[in-house]
């Protein structure tokens, strides 16, 4: 089966720009998660979608962050403006929407805000 | 909240060596608990996970177990290979919410 797709794969942008992420999830998963993953940590999740509603975004920056997934299915991830220490990888992930169930993860789309 | 404490990195082991990363959570709830491994140049994929106490997950010659009364699961090998050598991540998921994850550490698998 097709797995969790994300673009662009590389951003490269000056602080105070804007940027969008595109993620495809694993077709038929309800879930669908952003997680931002900076050099050297963990990742931290910042948004959590069950179909197009938000479960969670306690973690997401809401003065610069915004996300949506219209129609239950892909999504958007954008930072408006951006800034320096938004440096990082963001990860997108889907599951079938059980509970305890395994996430499945993206390649992820590496920030570079210079 | 949820928190996942694991061993700081870099982990440095000759080929064939014994394998411990440690890994401790704090949960509300009963937890299920998860290994993600990170390859050079790939994305996260899950190497094992145990949904309930005493539970041992395996895959690939890892092992990890549930210890409810340590709140652990540390990760072991009998011997590594070179092939090892990645980023490790041990995770937690309450229920529906989203994974919950550690630092990482870092293996490094000499020849």
């Known amino acids: 089966e097709a797995g969790v797709a994300q673009s662009p794969r590389y951003k490269i942008i000056e602080k105070r720009q804007s940027v969008a992420f595109w993620c495809n999830p694993i077709s038929g998963h309800a879930t669908l998660y952003w997680y931002q993953q900076i050099l050297g940590q963990g990742p931290k999740l910042l948004i959590q979608f069950q179909n197009n509603g938000v479960v969670d975004d306690s973690q997401l920056p809401k003065d610069r962050f915004s996300a949506e997934r219209l129609k239950g299915v892909d999504s958007t991830l954008k930072i408006q403006p951006a800034k320096l220490e938004d440096s990082a990888v963001y990860l997108c992930?889907?599951?079938?929407?059980?509970?305890?169930?395994?996430?499945?993860f993206g390649s992820g789309t590496q920030l570079s805000v210079l | 909240g949820d928190s996942v404490t694991q061993m700081e990195g870099p982990v440095t082991l000759s080929e064939e060596a014994f394998l411990t990363i440690n890994c401790t959570y704090t949960?509300?709830?009963?937890?299920?608990l998860f290994w993600y491994v990170q390859y050079p140049g790939e994305g996260l994929q899950l190497l094992l996970k145990a949904t309930k106490a005493d539970d041992k997950g395996s895959n690939k010659g890892f092992e990890a177990t549930y210890r409810k009364e340590t709140t652990s699961f540390h990760l072991e090998k009998g011997s590594v290979q070179v092939s090892d050598s990645a980023v490790y991540f041990c995770a937690l998921r309450t229920g529906r919410r989203a994974l919950t994850f550690g630092s990482g550490t870092r293996l490094q698998v000499q020849p």
């Open positions: 992930a889907s599951s079938p929407g059980g509970s305890n169930e395994k996430l499945f």
């Open positions: 949960a509300t709830g009963y937890p299920s």
